[in-house]
């Protein structure tokens, strides 16, 4: 019975491990006002240190239920260039994985009177991946002995368009293959591109309008084994000047489950001065809701230092 119960946690913590992308887990983190989690080609679009910080636990209830912290902040440089970073812990059951990110981007005009800008990012990025074999009770198995970590060095692609309240952004993430000697399986994979497609349409009858509505829709896909997901976002804007206050929904599918969902997100949040707060709740809608209570994720943020940019694109 032992081994049994042996062999099934090791099964399921390299299920874990397979479904950790050596990335931060992207769910509903970048509609809290932070979109340069989905892209690093929004680093440096604002007239200020743009500073964010998010906590996820997913499937609350659940014993080593996948647990997410992470921080990020952006910052301008010049008139049309942004530098941004992204550190995060991740974990799920027995594997682990924390890593950081240092991205770069560009903005250029291509309309100045239409407002079109094109902004295009770099970014390196270091992951340590972690298996914790020392918390196997009763591990008799000497295939399953020593340090199960390994670090992971790599690059990611950005691509942004946007014209008035319309965006439409592409990226690559973890460009290189990962060196897996160190798991010594073969079932481990080594090809951890993901691509991500991010666009919406902010919407207002006229500037001075104090309500504003934004659908978006987010679409990723991993290369190394063809799966795909989707999100169908809104989010409703009351402004009060440069306050606001928003409510939204998110839907995840897979994509070849179109039709039933993964989750349903509601989420709410305000900015009042330089301050912002957001909170979502995942309702799962498969046999998990009757053994948890959701996914719970809270933001807070803060923008420091404002300036004024003479250059539209950063605006």
Same mark, same amino acid.
């Given at each position: 019975?032992?081994?049994?119960?042996?062999?099934?946690?090791? @099964?399921?913590?390299?299920? !874990?491990?397979?479904?950790?992308?050596?990335?931060?887990?992207? @769910?509903?983190?970048?509609?809290?006002?932070?979109?340069?989690?989905?892209?690093?080609?929004?680093?440096?679009?604002?007239?200020?240190?743009?500073?964010?910080?998010?906590?996820?636990?997913?499937?609350?209830?659940?014993?080593?239920?996948?647990?997410?912290?992470?921080? $990020?902040?952006?910052?301008?440089? !010049?008139?049309?260039?942004?530098?941004?970073?992204?550190? /995060?812990?991740? $974990?799920?059951?027995?594997?682990?994985?924390?890593?950081?990110?240092?991205?770069?981007?560009?903005?250029?005009?291509?309309? *100045?009177?239409?407002? #079109?800008?094109?902004?295009?990012?770099?970014?390196? #990025?270091?992951?340590?991946?972690?298996?914790?074999?020392?918390?196997?009770?009763?591990?008799?198995?000497?295939?399953?002995?020593?340090?199960?970590?390994?670090?992971?060095? #790599?690059?990611? =692609?950005?691509?942004?368009?946007?014209?008035?309240?319309?965006?439409?952004?592409?990226?690559?993430?973890?460009?290189?293959?990962?060196?897996?000697?160190?798991?010594?399986?073969?079932?481990?994979?080594?090809?951890?591109?993901?691509?991500?497609? /991010?666009?919406?349409?902010?919407?207002?009858?006229?500037?001075?309008?104090?309500?504003?509505?934004?659908?978006?829709?987010? @679409?990723?896909?991993?290369?190394?084994?063809? *799966?795909?997901?989707?999100?169908?976002?809104?989010?409703?804007?009351?402004?009060?000047?440069?306050?606001?206050?928003?409510?939204?929904?998110?839907?995840?599918? =897979?994509?070849?489950?179109?039709?039933?969902?993964?989750?349903?997100?509601?989420?709410?949040?305000?900015?009042?001065?330089?301050?912002?707060?957001?909170? $979502?709740?995942?309702?799962?809608?498969?046999?998990?809701?009757?053994?948890?209570?959701?996914?719970?994720?809270?933001? @807070?943020?803060?923008?420091?230092?404002?300036?004024?940019?003479?250059?539209?694109?950063?605006?």
């Amino acid at each position: 019975m032992k081994k049994i119960t042996l062999f099934l946690t090791l @099964l399921a913590t390299l299920s !874990g491990s397979k479904a950790q992308e050596l990335t931060i887990p992207q @769910l509903s983190q970048y509609l809290s006002d932070n979109p340069f989690l989905m892209s690093p080609a929004y680093a440096g679009i604002g007239n200020y240190v743009k500073i964010r910080a998010s906590g996820l636990s997913q499937w609350v209830g659940i014993q080593d239920a996948p647990n997410t912290q992470s921080f $990020s902040a952006d910052v301008r440089l !010049g008139n049309r260039s942004g530098l941004g970073m992204v550190i /995060y812990n991740d $974990s799920n059951g027995e594997t682990h994985q924390r890593g950081g990110k240092v991205s770069f981007a560009h903005h250029l005009i291509m309309d *100045r009177q239409e407002r #079109n800008f094109l902004s295009l990012a770099f970014s390196f #990025n270091l992951n340590q991946f972690r298996i914790n074999v020392e918390n196997f009770d009763d591990n008799n198995d000497l295939g399953i002995v020593g340090d199960k970590a390994s670090s992971n060095p #790599n690059f990611d =692609l950005g691509f942004l368009f946007r014209r008035d309240g319309f965006y439409f952004s592409m990226n690559a993430s973890n460009i290189l293959n990962k060196d897996f000697e160190a798991y010594n399986v073969l079932f481990e994979p080594n090809v951890l591109r993901n691509y991500y497609l /991010y666009s919406g349409y902010r919407i207002r009858k006229h500037k001075r309008d104090k309500f504003e509505v934004e659908p978006s829709i987010f @679409l990723q896909y991993f290369e190394s084994d063809r *799966r795909s997901v989707t999100d169908t976002n809104v989010i409703f804007r009351w402004y009060d000047f440069l306050d606001y206050f928003n409510a939204g929904l998110t839907i995840r599918f =897979l994509n070849d489950q179109i039709g039933q969902p993964l989750y349903i997100a509601p989420m709410v949040g305000f900015k009042t001065g330089d301050f912002y707060f957001g909170y $979502s709740n995942q309702i799962i809608m498969n046999e998990i809701i009757g053994y948890s209570y959701g996914t719970h994720q809270i933001t @807070l943020g803060v923008n420091l230092l404002q300036g004024i940019s003479n250059c539209t694109c950063t605006y």
